[in-house]
């Protein structure tokens, strides 16, 4: 049996003098199990944990950039790390994602989640009810979600994986939940990895002295995905803001000349909603269905008895079949016991209003009909965001981030506003006549 070092240095050089089939072909099991998981031999320098002293490891990266294996081999790393120390008592881990599901499909589950880079041997136990891991040497991480920060309350940890930050719901509340419960053991550590979108809090780690900060392009993981698909994207978003921050890992502001910016966004952010006096749902339902349609979208708000409005959620979903968008327009509704569904109906008439009497014939549908461009359409709503009557219940990165690359020339990738144009059904119903002047709508 080579040992480990021995095994990973007569790897490499059969690899460079070509004889690589040949001495994988005398390896027993254990040595080929050994080297599939020798993450430092495979790992790219941006996904091995930095050096020196640091409380947070800030991993930025486009999509497909090794993020997520980068964090699931960390934690694994850490573990067994625990384990040989003497005086160890069972390492604790947090696991923070947008929502439950998330942090179950992509950090525990997926495939390079935690329970995929482990060895069996090392594999820990997922129980799913109680929404933790267990460790065969005693470890255990749990899982939160981004929209229960108050779930952070009494727990304390060694350490913590933050993934999508930049899309978390409650995004500092979460955040400051999670600082204070990181109290156990001698250098507490947390490590996010996230697309880059300039939230605020991001933009003070990234000034945080206490930060080690990576970036990393999708193209420095090519060789792990599919063939021809960063040629592909590249020649689809190449030179669009959108591929600046998914594929590049670039924080990107708003744009030149957009309709709203994001200082003005977040000062207009709230962590939860008054009494209402009406809430809708908005869709703005694809021309077409496949793989290469628009997105369907579907946002809900509400108004209270100010005046003002309340954006409370984006439940917008690209490339539905109507059955699919409608059904999610109609649990949305039903989630939110909202008043009606207001439908834009110029591409699918009484097909659109057909497909959610399918669904539920006794939800009330308020048919709009555009007939003015989407800037036209979208300037009264940017004045009541103006004048201080809308506030975003939580975060919407989705959303937020075509309003503030909304320009008259429309969105920088050329697709349609479908999350945008939702709004702004939404806020025409609640707060607008006409003529564009602000008002309180009867119940």
Request: charged content about 25%; overall charge negative; hydrophobic content about 40%.
């Given at each position: 049996m080579h040992s480990g070092e021995s095994l990973r240095s007569a790897l490499i050089g059969c690899a460079e003098g070509g004889l690589l089939p040949a001495f994988l072909a005398s390896l027993d099991q254990g040595e080929l199990t050994f080297l599939r998981h020798d993450w430092p031999l495979w790992a790219h320098a941006h996904q091995l944990a930095p050096e020196g002293d640091w409380r947070c490891w800030l991993l930025m990266g486009g999509r497909g950039a090794g993020k997520t294996r980068a964090g699931a081999e960390w934690l694994r790393a850490c573990v067994h790390a625990a384990a040989a120390r003497p005086d160890a008592d069972g390492l604790r881990i947090a696991l923070v994602g947008e929502t439950q599901s998330d942090a179950r499909e992509v950090m525990v589950e997926g495939i390079s989640g935690l329970l995929g880079v482990h060895p069996a041997a090392e594999r820990p136990t997922w129980q799913s009810s109680r929404r933790r891991l267990e460790w065969p040497n005693g470890a255990v991480a749990q899982v939160f979600s981004s929209e229960d920060p108050d779930a952070l309350r009494g727990p304390q940890f060694h350490l913590a994986w933050c993934d999508e930050l930049a899309k978390w719901r409650h995004v500092q509340e979460t955040w400051d939940m999670l600082q204070f419960a990181l109290r156990l053991g001698d250098r507490p550590r947390q490590l996010v990895t996230t697309t880059p979108r300039p939230i605020p809090l991001l933009k003070r780690l990234l000034a945080d002295p206490g930060t080690r900060a990576v970036t990393a392009p999708t193209e420095s993981n090519a060789a792990h995905l599919a063939a021809g698909f960063v040629a592909a994207i590249r020649a689809r978003y190449?030179?669009?803001?959108?591929?600046r921050q998914e594929l590049d890992g670039e924080m990107v502001e708003s744009r030149d000349g957009a309709m709203?910016?994001?200082?003005?966004?977040?000062?207009?952010?709230?962590?939860?909603?008054?009494?209402l006096e009406r809430i809708v749902v908005a869709v703005d339902p694809p021309a077409?269905?496949?793989?290469?349609?628009?997105?369907?979208?579907?946002?809900?708000?509400?108004?209270?008895?100010?005046g003002i409005v309340h954006v409370l959620a984006d439940?917008?979903?690209?490339?539905?079949?109507?059955a699919r968008w409608a059904g999610a327009a109609v649990a949305l509704w039903r989630d939110l016991d909202a008043d009606c569904l207001v439908a834009e109906v110029n591409q699918g008439g009484e097909m659109v209003t057909a497909v959610i009497a399918g669904v539920d014939p006794?939800?009330?549908?308020r048919p709009v009909r555009a007939r003015r461009g989407k800037w036209l359409r979208a300037e009264p709503v940017a004045m009541?965001?103006?004048?201080?009557?809308?506030?975003?219940?939580?975060?919407?990165?989705?959303?937020?981030?075509?309003?503030?690359?909304?320009?008259?020339?429309?969105?920088?990738?050329?697709?349609?506003?479908?999350?945008?144009?939702?709004?702004?059904?939404?806020?025409?119903?609640?707060?607008?006549?006409?003529?564009?002047?602000?008002?309180?709508?009867?119940?």
């Open positions: 190449g030179g669009t803001r959108l591929a709203w910016n994001r200082d003005a966004l977040e000062a207009l952010r709230s962590d939860r909603a008054p009494a077409s269905s496949g793989v290469a349609s628009d997105a369907c979208g579907i946002v809900a708000a509400g108004i209270d008895g100010d439940r917008s979903m690209g490339a539905a079949s109507p006794g939800v009330p549908v009541l965001y103006e004048q201080g009557r809308v506030r975003h219940v939580g975060a919407f990165p989705d959303l937020e981030d075509e309003m503030t690359d909304f320009t008259r020339d429309g969105l920088s990738n050329g697709r349609s506003p479908d999350r945008l144009d939702a709004l702004v059904y939404a806020l025409h119903e609640l707060a607008l006549k006409a003529g564009g002047t602000p008002r309180l709508r009867s119940v």
